[in-house]
C-alpha cells in the first residue's frame, strides 16, 4: 500500500470515530438537556404550590391577628367595667 492510501484510510477512520463521538456527546447532552428541563418544570411546580402554601398561611395569621386584636379589647373592656363596679362599691 502507499502511503497516500494509508493516511486516506487512517484520516476516515480518524473521522469516522471524531463523528461517532460527536454524535455520542450530541446525545448526552441533549440527554442532560431534557433532565435539566424536568427539573426547572418541577421546581417551578413546586415553587408555585409553595407560594400558595405561604399566601395561605399569611391570610391565616392575619385572620388570627386580627382575633386576637378582639379578644384583648374585648378583655379591656371587661377589666375597666370591673375596675368601674368595683369603684362604685
Known amino acids: ?11 476516515a477512520d480518524i473521522t469516522a470515530n471524531l463523528k461517532a463521538m ?7 447532552l441533549h440527554h442532560k438537556i431534557d433532565e435539566l428541563l424536568a427539573l426547572c418544570q418541577e421546581l ?3 415553587n408555585q404550590t409553595l407560594k400558595a402554601s ?3 398561611w399569611r391570610e391565616e395569621r ?3 391577628v386580627e382575633k386576637n386584636e378582639l379578644a384583648r ?9 370591673l375596675k368601674a363596679l368595683e369603684q362604685e362599691s
Open 1 to 11: 500500500m502507499t502511503l497516500f492510501i494509508r493516511q486516506s484510510i487512517v484520516t
Open 22 to 28: 460527536d454524535e455520542q456527546l450530541n446525545l448526552m
Open 44 to 46: 417551578l411546580e413546586e
Open 54 to 56: 405561604e399566601q395561605a
Open 62 to 64: 392575619a385572620q388570627l
Open 73 to 81: 379589647s374585648k378583655v379591656e373592656a371587661m377589666i375597666s367595667r
